[in-house]
């Protein structure tokens, strides 16, 4: 089993380009998260998908970024102008569904993309 | 709003000297916490969480509400935990996303 896998692992870009990452999740886990790392501020929460539907994307910063995971399987999040606070480490985790009450799914999470915006 | 605190964004201690790194959280519902490490060249994993009560790689955390901490404790630490901490807290609704501290990178000196 290879693991949440993410695609690719560095990109420079040109602000005002497009960017789009890929996260391919474990095999059979529903939830897929996106979260990213600005320098030196914490891991924060982007979205959330269960399958192919958007469950909580309270995290997005802006409309600039696009997330989709269509078919349910790998994910993608573009990004469309990049700006420079754009800079930073982007993950991708997945788990299983979740059973009932308040049982909790470990989230498997990727190498990261570490995305510079010069 | 629901926030973690790391206090320390480094620790340095030397080998077999014990290791507190320090976690406070902010919530009103019933948190579920978890502590992650990230070993360098690594990915994020799962250390522990306070549900599982468990002891890994010789490291425990006790859920304290009354201080809203979570720190995680190992009695004698070895160069192998030289890594990034992080305290992360559950939200329990339908997303279970993770909230993050800022992290502490702990170094354990030979």
């Known amino acids: 089993e290879a693991g949440v896998t993410q695609f690719p692992s560095h990109s420079v870009i040109e602000k005002g380009q497009t960017v789009t990452l890929r996260c391919d999740p474990i095999?059979?886990?529903?939830?897929l998260y996106w979260y990213r790392r600005v320098m030196g501020k914490e891991i924060k929460f982007l979205l959330h998908?269960?399958?192919?539907?958007?469950?909580?994307e309270s995290g997005m910063p802006n409309n600039r970024f696009l997330a989709e995971r269509t078919g349910g399987t790998y994910s993608t999040l573009k990004v469309q102008p990049a700006e420079l606070e754009d800079s930073g480490v982007y993950f991708c985790?997945?788990?299983?569904?979740?059973?009932?009450?308040?049982?909790?799914?470990?989230?498997?999470f990727g190498p990261g993309t570490r995305l510079t915006v010069l | 709003a629901q926030r973690v605190t790391q206090p320390e964004k480094l620790l340095s201690v030397f080998k077999g000297a014990p290791v507190e790194l320090k976690c406070n959280y902010s919530?009103?519902?019933?948190?579920?916490l978890f502590w992650y490490v990230q070993y360098s060249r690594q990915r994020l994993q799962l250390l522990l969480r306070?549900?599982s009560r468990e002891s890994i790689k010789g490291f425990t955390a006790d859920l304290n509400k009354g201080e809203t901490s979570f720190h995680l404790k190992k009695p004698f630490a070895q160069e192998e935990d030289s890594a990034m901490y992080y305290c992360?807290?559950?939200?329990?609704?339908?997303?279970?996303?993770?909230?993050f501290g800022s992290g502490t990178r702990l170094l354990v000196r030979p």
């Open positions: 985790a997945s788990s299983l569904s979740k059973a009932g009450g308040s049982y909790y799914n470990e989230q498997f």
């Open positions: 095999s059979g886990h529903d939830n």
């Open positions: 998908f269960v399958k192919e539907s958007k469950q909580d």
């Open positions: 919530y009103s519902g019933s948190p579920e």
């Open positions: 306070h549900i």
């Open positions: 992360a807290l559950s939200l329990m609704d339908s997303s279970y996303k993770l909230i």
